[in-house]
């Protein structure tokens, strides 16, 4: 099929050279029959695909022409409608300019250019003419690779009955593999939405294997250069979980839970509220979403105390586990300022116990005495605790215990506090975290 429609676009471009506008359109008409009935046949895998890329270079050539648009209609189908396209051609006595020819060629055989990216190739222009899949599904990055989502395709009715048949998506693939190995490409991904979950089989047949999948979705990658080894990235590798230290600005106890399963409930620990961030969510903000659902507190982040790396988790994932130091809200604040308490509402379905206990019982039960790592972790947390309170209560951050002979004085802790700022050459803002001290 591909050498077929090479042949068509060879045609076209020599009927436009040679300024013969009253029969181009016939000469690709022509040359598309010789091709269905020699190599295409209806009912064959890519034959609707020819007629599409055929009757897309047939109607340039006769845009090229000043046909009406009539006419471009009849030359819209080459396979049915030949002879009339003859016939509107001919009919057609004005000679079409050379400008509006290289025009038309120029849309019969490139695709449109993606908007300027710092993240995108700064041209893509010389997309295949007669690539199989949509502009619209495919991605191209500056590793020289592209992506084809075709998630995108399926939510379109139309596009997506091409999509049905493994055998013709099998077919549509390995074109396209060929026309970006001549195109020198290097990592192809492709996204397989779960509803169209039966072209991963014909994907892994032609070397494709999976990178990752999320909820609704598969992502499977494909290495084309032959001397090298792939440099696609793995897999995501890590989670990242949030624990938050809250500390009650009247008694100097520390928020603590138990939970109803897992091992904590095992040896019915008590340990600050913790979870996984969502996806596209900051530390900060899942630190403040995880307090409010285990224990129905409001709170505002305050700053990181430390970072914990751990290896060999579920499914062989790495994990970032992010102490954080929290706060009441200023609303919370106030009602214990003037007398009052704020209630604990533990969540039903995970957290057994929510409550306010001391800081030196939490650190001596037994499971943190025998670990040297958690032991470390508790007294950054505590040191965080007390040095919050200080600072509170005097109301002065600034203080240096360094110029303070009083023994009680605690020297500010370090820490990371989080800034949110715009990235500046994509849309949108990241957030940093850096030393409280700096």
Same mark, same amino acid.
């Given at each position: 099929?591909?050498?077929?429609?090479?042949?068509?676009?060879?045609?076209?471009?020599?009927?436009?050279?040679?300024?013969?506008?009253?029969? #181009?359109?016939?000469?690709?008409?022509?040359?598309?029959?010789?091709?269905?009935?020699?190599?295409?046949?209806?009912?064959?895998?890519?034959?609707?695909?020819?007629?599409?890329?055929?009757?897309?270079?047939?109607?340039?050539?006769?845009?090229?022409?000043?046909?009406?648009?009539?006419?471009?209609?009849?030359?819209?189908?080459?396979?049915?409608?030949?002879?009339?396209?003859?016939?509107?051609?001919?009919?057609?006595?004005?000679?079409?300019?050379?400008?509006?020819?290289?025009?038309?060629?120029?849309?019969?055989?490139?695709?449109?250019?993606?908007?300027?990216?710092?993240?995108?190739?700064?041209?893509?222009?010389?997309?295949?003419?007669?690539?199989?899949?949509?502009?619209?599904?495919?991605?191209?990055?500056?590793?020289?690779?592209?992506?084809?989502?075709?998630?995108?395709?399926?939510?379109?009715?139309?596009?997506?009955?091409?999509?049905?048949?493994?055998?013709?998506?099998?077919?549509?693939?390995?074109?396209?593999?060929?026309?970006?190995?001549?195109?020198?490409?290097?990592?192809?991904?492709?996204?397989?939405?779960?509803?169209?979950?039966?072209?991963?089989?014909?994907?892994?047949?032609?070397?494709?294997?999976?990178?990752?999948?999320?909820?609704?979705?598969?992502?499977?990658?494909?290495?084309?250069?032959?001397? #090298?080894?792939?440099?696609?990235?793995?897999?995501?590798?890590?989670?990242?979980?949030?624990?938050?230290?809250?500390?009650?600005?009247?008694?100097?106890?520390?928020?603590?839970?138990?939970?109803?399963?897992?091992?904590?409930?095992?040896?019915?620990?008590?340990?600050?509220?913790?979870?996984?961030?969502?996806?596209?969510?900051?530390?900060?903000?899942?630190?403040?979403?995880?307090?409010?659902?285990?224990?129905?507190?409001?709170?505002?982040?305050?700053?990181?105390?430390?970072?914990?790396?751990?290896?060999?988790?579920?499914?062989?994932?790495?994990?970032?586990?992010?102490?954080? +130091?929290?706060?009441?809200?200023?609303?919370?604040?106030?009602?214990?300022?003037?007398?009052?308490?704020?209630?604990?509402?533990?969540?039903?379905?995970?957290?057994?116990?929510?409550?306010?206990?001391?800081?030196?019982?939490?650190?001596?039960?037994?499971?943190?005495?025998?670990?040297?790592?958690?032991?470390?972790?508790?007294?950054?947390?505590?040191?965080?605790?007390?040095?919050?309170?200080?600072?509170?209560?005097?109301?002065?951050?600034?203080?240096?215990?360094?110029?303070?002979?009083?023994?009680?004085?605690?020297?500010?802790?370090?820490?990371?506090?989080?800034?949110?700022?715009?990235?500046?050459?994509?849309?949108?803002?990241?957030?940093?975290?850096?030393?409280?001290? +700096?």
């Amino acid at each position: 099929m591909q050498s077929g429609l090479l042949l068509l676009q060879s045609v076209a471009s020599s009927a436009l050279r040679s300024g013969r506008g009253t029969s #181009s359109c016939a000469a690709v008409a022509a040359a598309g029959r010789r091709q269905w009935s020699e190599n295409i046949r209806p009912g064959k895998p890519g034959a609707a695909l020819f007629i599409a890329a055929a009757g897309t270079i047939a109607t340039g050539v006769a845009a090229a022409t000043g046909a009406s648009s009539s006419s471009l209609a009849m030359c819209s189908n080459i396979s049915s409608n030949d002879e009339k396209c003859h016939e509107a051609m001919t009919a057609k006595t004005s000679v079409p300019s050379s400008t509006s020819m290289t025009a038309a060629a120029s849309t019969a055989t490139t695709a449109t250019t993606k908007i300027k990216s710092i993240d995108l190739p700064d041209d893509t222009s010389n997309h295949h003419s007669i690539m199989p899949f949509p502009e619209s599904s495919l991605k191209y990055d500056t590793y020289d690779g592209v992506t084809v989502d075709l998630t995108t395709i399926a939510t379109t009715n139309t596009q997506n009955q091409q999509f049905t048949d493994a055998d013709t998506f099998g077919t549509m693939l390995t074109h396209a593999l060929s026309i970006w190995t001549t195109e020198q490409r290097k990592g192809i991904w492709l996204k397989i939405p779960t509803s169209h979950s039966h072209l991963v089989a014909p994907a892994t047949l032609r070397g494709f294997d999976f990178q990752h999948a999320e909820t609704g979705y598969c992502v499977l990658t494909k290495w084309l250069p032959q001397n #090298s080894e792939s440099r696609l990235p793995n897999g995501p590798t890590h989670q990242v979980g949030v624990g938050a230290l809250v500390v009650h600005p009247r008694t100097g106890k520390m928020l603590a839970v138990q939970e109803r399963t897992g091992p904590a409930a095992k040896h019915k620990l008590w340990k600050m509220p913790t979870g996984l961030t969502d996806p596209g969510e900051d530390v900060a903000e899942a630190a403040v979403r995880e307090l409010k659902e285990e224990t129905g507190l409001d709170c505002v982040f305050d700053r990181i105390i430390c970072i914990r790396q751990a290896h060999g988790g579920l499914f062989g994932r790495s994990d970032m586990f992010f102490v954080c +130091l929290c706060k009441l809200s200023p609303e919370c604040e106030e009602r214990i300022r003037v007398g009052g308490e704020v209630e604990l509402q533990p969540q039903e379905e995970e957290i057994l116990k929510a409550d306010w206990i001391e800081m030196k019982d939490y650190a001596e039960q037994l499971l943190w005495q025998q670990s040297p790592l958690y032991k470390v972790m508790n007294e950054a947390m505590f040191r965080a605790a007390r040095s919050g309170l200080s600072m509170s209560s005097s109301g002065d951050e600034t203080a240096d215990c360094s110029e303070n002979n009083d023994d009680d004085c605690i020297e500010e802790s370090h820490g990371f506090v989080a800034r949110n700022l715009p990235v500046g050459f994509r849309p949108g803002n990241n957030t940093i975290y850096i030393s409280s001290k +700096l």
